[in-house]
């Protein structure tokens, strides 16, 4: 269940009203199941080497108890999310996995080898992203953009994303304990400033 007493299912289906024209998934849990009934509703699996899969989820998934514990659990939205992204990881099986490169290797092979079973094929691109705009376009019927297909170096902005979070996590106590310390600081040395000139005048 999604907080507030909305269930997955109510998530994608808001996601389906916005008008969007494809959903896309890596490792969605549910997602593949609620799309397969809806037939209005087109589905992108991104696939790459099970390999380079699993050693970005490695990198991945300690981040993930770092942004659910403080200070981000602090926001209402952080709290909301973290069962769907829990749920997903039960779904999709990588929580019972032994989290080595073999078994998180076998995950995503079921999972991609699932969602093909599961969704017609007239509903879903198996997507390698080197293949750029061209089949992505063709499945939408839209035309191809007149610009570079985006190519992010994942590794390197994973691991610099979960550098971000870890100094932001170890860091927060201090950061918020500063201000009210310069204040009091502050006040301090006004305080005995103005005695050792009330003195200097006696």
């Known amino acids: 269940m ?32 609620w799309a397969a009934d809806k037939q209005h509703v087109k589905v992108v699996l991104p696939v790459r080497s099970a390999e380079s899969w699993a050693k970005s989820w490695q990198m991945i998934e300690p981040g993930l108890d770092v942004l659910f514990g403080r200070p981000f659990s ?8 973290e069962p769907f992204v829990r749920d997903c990881m039960n779904v999709s099986g990588v929580s019972n996995s032994d989290k080595s490169l073999e078994s998180l290797k076998s995950v ?6 699932e969602v093909k079973t599961t969704i017609p094929s007239d509903r879903l691109l198996v997507f390698d992203l080197r293949d750029g705009w061209e089949p992505l376009c063709k499945f939408l019927g839209k035309p191809i953009p007149d610009q570079p297909f985006p190519h992010i170096h994942e590794s390197k902005t994973i691991r610099t994303s979960m550098q971000i979070l870890n100094v932001i996590a170890n860091t927060w106590p201090v ?3 500063l201000p009210p310390l310069l204040i009091v600081w502050c006040c301090t040395r006004g305080s005995r400033r103005r005695k050792s000139q009330g003195s200097k005048v006696d």
């Not at 009203?17 to 494809?22: I, K, R, T």
């Open 74 to 81: 602090f926001s209402s939205r952080v709290r909301q999310l």
């Open 108 to 113: 995503y092979q079921k999972y991609v080898e």
């Open 175 to 177: 950061l918020v304990a």
């Open 2 to 33: 999604m907080a507030g007493d909305k269930t997955v299912d109510d998530l994608f289906d808001y996601i389906a009203g916005q008008g969007f024209d494809v959903g896309g998934m890596d490792l969605m849990g549910h997602f593949f199941r």
